[in-house]
Structure formats: structure tokens, C-alpha cells
């Protein structure tokens, strides 16, 4: 790969599912479950797909991402060479939901963001027999996040299971074996023997920028099944789950075991190139920093399963996540179909896009397909990664993705609840809140003020 910059770092940012929900909060739309018009459904093509004809616009982001997909988009003309594919890269968070409402000029199909696609499903296509073929073998995780009231709105695309990232070395020196942990409350009692070796670590990495430690939030409540809302937008902030996640956060602060940092700004990269940060649970697209940031420590990163929290439970959760959709006055949406069924369920469209490209020499592997027979543990679609020490993480991604537990559609209004929830995780990571507090004064300020007047 390449060196850093900053189209690749945009392209992380918003091929993951992460850049796009700040802009959730301002559009007029339907929460989960409330939609008030009927969604148009596409049915299958009645013609045989080999005689396919016509011209689609399909909108990407621009940055790596596109350059990957449009690389992938070749493969498709080859197999239908007579279906014109215009590929553009457009601002999509700023201007595919405004289009989408306005009716005017709207792409055959768009990339989006899991996060958006259950508060527009009135506007999108209802693709729910499409996928019947695919269904058994789509992650049950990005099937429930693009479904609402029983209809499936998105074309699954990627799973971003959330991994633990650690420095072999010097868990070694420690005595401790990434084997053995199995549970969160070993990972606390790692992180004290490493600090107990050199009490200058502050080995676990705790995120400091509001909107990603609740996206970070999110992937640990998946993790225990559930998610800031249930199925039908009812807010469950107040549980098991999450009072589980915020002791542990409460504990580690409590023990000094953490570095509260940015992510990836230069105090997070400086703290683990100097051995200060040991454990980085986090999303798989972490792989970015030691293939492109870290220098010090470029090789030493491995990454394995997250620790469960309870004993047996679920070794991973998603972290972001993105999927296409059709919109419902697309011109040609039979046509936008048969791209996405391309790229998403067939070879060598899935292949095309997470192998070796001109883009990505060994591969993308800043996350994983969400559809099963793509994500072969023996058949890996990226290379080893050298910045890992030749560690195969496809392996350790794909396994970790297939315990990640179904969810329910992302609420709307949810970037706008980082004002409250982010902000208040912020104070409890600096000591000024406990998770009492944080659970009570989140719930009420999001209740009365997204969910009471959505």
C-alpha cells in the first residue's frame, strides 16, 4: 500500500460507515418502523440476465473507494457488455437523501450508509424477494440493519467485525497469552500485568472523539445483542448491556489502564509507536494504522477475536457498515440490480472487489463481505498482511464476523444523540460521570428530544 494521505484516510472513513451519519439528523423522514407511504417492490427480472440492455447511474463515493468499485464495475461490463454503466462520484452525504425526497434526478442506485437506509425506506425499493436467493447466507447482522417492518431496503455489502488489535511483543514479555483472553474482565487483568511490568503503559485505548466512542458503544452492545434501539425505535440505553460496558469503561479508568485518545490523530499514533497503548479494541478497519501510520511499531500489531462479556458469548460485533440501495424512481433499477447481485453475490464481482487491485496491491482488508460464501476462512479474497507480521487476519476477521449478532435498523436520529450519549461517555472516561448517570441523563435527552419529536 501506498503512503498515508488524506483521500485515504476520507475513504476509511466513509467506505466504513462512519463519516456519513453526522448528517443523519436533519432530513424529514420516518424513524424504523414508521414509514408512511407503501415501498415500491422490485420483483426479478423476467428476462434471462445474459440479454441485459440499457444504461444505469450509480453513485460512489469519490477516494480509494471509488476507485476500487470502478475497478470492480469493469468486471461487470465484461459480463454484461451491453448494459452502460455511469459511475459517479458524488458528495452522497450531502446529497443522496435530498434527492431521494425531492424525486428529481436520483441515481439507479446508490452506496449508503447501514445507519440511513431504515429512516429512507419509503424512498428506496423494497428488495426483499431479490435477496430470498441470498438470504441463509447474508450475515444475519446486515440483514437486520436493512430491514424494516419484515422488508429488506439494502443490498448487504460489507462486515466490519470488531477485533482485538495487541502488541505481541510485548505481551510476551509480559507472560500474557492472547489465548487466554476470553473475556473482558481478563482483558482488565492483562492490561494490569503489562502495567504492572512497565508502569508506564496505559495499555488499553479508550476514544476520545465523542462520535466514534458511541459508534465504538454500539459495536460492544452488539456484541451482547442489542443496540440502542429495539425494532421498533423504543430507546434501551437503561440495561444489562450497556450498565455491563460502562462498569467495565468505569473500572478501567479507575486502574489507570487507559489511554484516551483521538483516533489516529498524532497523540493516538505517537502512544502506540512509543509502546504506551498495548490493546486496541476496535473495528477491523484499524489494519490502517500499522499498514499506513505506525512506524515504530509497523510488524508487532496482531489482531484476534474481542473478549466476550460474558463467558461463551459473542467474540466480535460490527462497527459501522455500509450497503446499496435502489431508489424507488430510479429509471433502470432491474439494471442496478444486476450490479449489485454482481458485486455482492457472484464471481467474480465479490472477488473483484476485495482482491488484489491496482489500488490495493494484497487487497482490501479493511473489512470483510457480508455474504458467507464470500468469507471462506480457506479462501482468502486479501493477502497476509506484512504491517501484522504476515498475520492472516482474513481468517480472523471472517471467524470473528460469523458470531456477530443480528440487530435492529439504526435509528435516524442517531447521530444527533452523540450530543448526548458521545458527550456524556466522554465524561465518564474522564471520571465525571458514572454510568449511572450517564444511562439516566442520555436517556431522558434523547427521549425528549429526538425520539418524542421524530
Not at 478501567?252 to 509507536?273: F, I, M, Q, R, S
Request: hydrophobic share 40%; net charge negative.
Amino acid at each position: 500500500m501506498s503512503t498515508p494521505s488524506v483521500d485515504r484516510r476520507g475513504f476509511l472513513k466513509g467506505a466504513l460507515g462512519i463519516g456519513a451519519l453526522a448528517a443523519t439528523g436533519s432530513l424529514a423522514a420516518c424513524a424504523p418502523g414508521g414509514t408512511t407511504a407503501q415501498p415500491s417492490k422490485l420483483a426479478k427480472p423476467t428476462a434471462a440476465a445474459s440479454s441485459a440492455k440499457g444504461e444505469i447511474t450509480i453513485w460512489n463515493r469519490s477516494g480509494d473507494l471509488f476507485k476500487v468499485f470502478d475497478a470492480a464495475i469493469g468486471k461487470f461490463r465484461q459480463a454484461y457488455p451491453n448494459v452502460k454503466v455511469n459511475h459517479q462520484a458524488v458528495d452522497i452525504d450531502a446529497k443522496l437523501a435530498n434527492t431521494l425526497i425531492s424525486g428529481t434526478d436520483v441515481p439507479d442506485g446508490s452506496f449508503w450508509d447501514d445507519a440511513k437506509i431504515g429512516g429512507q425506506a419509503e424512498h428506496l425499493f423494497d428488495l426483499t424477494d431479490l435477496i430470498a436467493p441470498y438470504k441463509e447466507q447474508t450475515s444475519a447482522y446486515k440483514l437486520s440493519v436493512n430491514t424494516v417492518d419484515n422488508k429488506i431496503y439494502g443490498v448487504p455489502w460489507d462486515l466490519d467485525p470488531g477485533l482485538l488489535w495487541y502488541r505481541e511483543d510485548i505481551l510476551e514479555s509480559a507472560g500474557v497469552d492472547p489465548a487466554s483472553l476470553a473475556t473482558y474482565d481478563d482483558l482488565l487483568k492483562a492490561a494490569q500485568t503489562v502495567k504492572e511490568k512497565d508502569p508506564k503503559t496505559k495499555p488499553i485505548h479508550l476514544e476520545k472523539t465523542p462520535f466514534l466512542s458511541q459508534l465504538w458503544l454500539e459495536m460492544l452492545a452488539n456484541q451482547q445483542g442489542t443496540s440502542l434501539t429495539d425494532a421498533q425505535g423504543k430507546l434501551r440505553l437503561d440495561s444489562p448491556e450497556y450498565r455491563r460496558i460502562f462498569a467495565w469503561i468505569q473500572s478501567a479508568v479507575k486502574d489507570g489502564l487507559v489511554t484516551h485518545a483521538p483516533y489516529l490523530e498524532p497523540a493516538d499514533v505517537n502512544t502506540l509507536d512509543s509502546g504506551q497503548q498495548v490493546f486496541v479494541p476496535w473495528a477491523i478497519w484499524w489494519s490502517f494504522a500499522p499498514q499506513q501510520l505506525l512506524k515504530a511499531t509497523k510488524g508487532k500489531w496482531r489482531a484476534a477475536p474481542l473478549p466476550a462479556w460474558t463467558p461463551g458469548g459473542a467474540r466480535s460485533g460490527a462497527m459501522g457498515g455500509s450497503s446499496f440501495v435502489i431508489p424507488a424512481k430510479a429509471k433502470n433499477p432491474e439494471l442496478a440490480w444486476l450490479l449489485y447481485e454482481f458485486l455482492c453475490f457472484k464471481e467474480p464481482g465479490y472477488t473483484a472487489v476485495y482482491g488484489p487491485n491496482d489500488i490495493y496491491p494484497g487487497g482490501l482488508s479493511t473489512s470483510i463481505p457480508s455474504y458467507t460464501p464470500a468469507a471462506d476462512p480457506a479462501k482468502p479474497l486479501f493477502q497476509p498482511i506484512e504491517a501484522l507480521g504476515g498475520q492472516d487476519l482474513w481468517k480472523v476477521a471472517v471467524e470473528a464476523g460469523a458470531t456477530i449478532p443480528a440487530a435492529a435498523p439504526i435509528p435516524l436520529w442517531w447521530a444527533q444523540s452523540v450530543d448526548y450519549l458521545g458527550n456524556n461517555m466522554q465524561r465518564l472516561m474522564e471520571g465525571k460521570m458514572s454510568p449511572d448517570q450517564v444511562i439516566s441523563e442520555s436517556a431522558e435527552k434523547i427521549q425528549r428530544n429526538l425520539i418524542d419529536r421524530s
